[in-house]
């Protein structure tokens, strides 16, 4: 079973920094393609950040100079450092991989999801 556990998140003001993190876990063959997502109430689920296996990343324009995705291969872990937060940043934010993991002895590929963690930006 593959799990996608993500943590970071919380209450800043406007111009604060966060960092969260994704770690996945459980018969993981390898990690292609990491990324961050973001879901406001009442909007639909934006991409806001990926990165590549070979760490070619990626930003939607708002986040960009703002934010910054990284990652850590040997610990199957995604990072999100959120700088200079504004309120319209407030959502749930989700990992995403893209990665192939074993079952039943033969290796298959799937999108996983985290659970998402709340940031919550005041003014």
């Known amino acids: 079973q593959v799990q996608l556990v993500e943590s970071g998140g919380g209450l800043v003001q406007a111009g604060g920094s966060l960092r969260l993190s994704c770690a996945a876990s459980g018969s993981i063959g390898s990690i292609n393609a990491m990324a961050w997502y973001r879901q406001a109430p009442g909007k639909q689920r934006e991409l806001v950040a990926i990165i590549t296996s070979g760490n070619s990343t990626n930003y939607t324009d708002s986040v960009k100079g703002r934010f910054t995705i990284s990652r850590d291969n040997a610990k199957n872990t995604v990072y999100l450092q959120i700088n200079s937060l504004k309120p319209e940043d407030t959502a749930v934010y989700y990992c995403?991989?893209?990665?192939?993991?074993?079952?039943?002895?033969?290796?298959?590929?799937?999108?996983?999801w985290g659970q998402g963690t709340q940031v919550t930006v005041s003014s």
């Open positions: 995403n991989a893209a990665l192939r993991y074993f079952r039943l002895g033969y290796l298959r590929e799937a999108d996983y």
